[in-house]
């Protein structure tokens, strides 16, 4: 049977990096083997967005785009490993960042708009049964990143922050009726939004809820 696949977005302090392992947890005890990833990923082209992220490289969209549609498309189709291949195993898939990522393309300055146009031809390979967005206040994200870094990076600044949550509220309007976006407190308690997130996940998972036996 085909595992589940939820992604989690949010500008950073949202608490996404929490509640991952939180819900990982829960899926597992509740007998779903359960995968945790993330986007971009570790592999030579994610490196290099990455490295785009904290500024190290400079590129526009025309250097991005091939870029980001390169590594979607090789963290969906490893024959191994590959998302597609995970979820036609029976396993669930968490990933941190999905189909409205713009995580890796801040330095550049793109937009949601361009980054979903970008991510399209890979997201008719595969979308999410939801998108979990952890939404919290600029003010309480930038409180939690300064007590838990030592740095921040270069993008996160108030107003950043700001632009980029707003351009999430935007692209969830815009795709409503390609997506399914549920939004969630994100200044709640770890524990409390933790149940908070299950209780929306596991209706979700109805006909999935007695696992094939080992």
């Known amino acids: 049977m085909r595992g589940r696949f939820f992604a989690l977005e949010g500008i950073d302090g949202s608490g996404k990096s929490t509640q991952l392992p939180l819900l990982a947890r829960r899926l597992e005890e509740a007998g779903f083997p359960c995968l945790q990833t993330r986007e971009p990923t570790d592999g030579p082209v994610g490196s290099l967005l990455r490295r ?3 500024g190290q490289v400079t590129c ?14 090789d963290h969906l189709l490893r024959p191994e490993d590959g998302l597609l291949a995970v979820l ?6 968490l990933c941190d960042r999905y189909l409205f990522s713009s995580y890796a393309y801040q330095s550049v ?19 999410p049964d939801a998108t ?8 309480l994200a930038l409180a939690r990143i300064a007590q838990n870094r030592d740095h921040t990076e270069l993008f996160e600044t108030r ?7 707003e351009q999430y509220f935007r692209a969830f309007e815009r795709e409503q009726n390609r997506e ?5 407190p ?12 299950w209780a929306r996940v596991e209706p979700l998972l109805k006909g999935h809820l007695s696992p094939p036996p080992a």
């Open 52 to 54: 785009v992220l904290t």
């Open 60 to 73: 526009d969209s025309r250097v991005a785009a091939p870029l980001f549609v390169a590594d979607r498309l």
């Open 88 to 93: 036609e195993g029976g396993t669930t898939v």
């Open 109 to 127: 300055d793109l937009s949601l708009d361009w980054v979903i146009g970008a991510n399209r031809p890979c997201a008719d390979l595969l979308r």
């Open 132 to 139: 979990l967005f952890l939404d919290v206040e600029p003010e």
């Open 159 to 165: 107003e950043r922050l700001t632009r980029t949550r």
């Open 180 to 184: 399914t976006v549920i939004i969630l």
């Open 186 to 197: 994100g200044d709640l308690p770890p524990e409390e939004l933790s149940r908070a997130i």
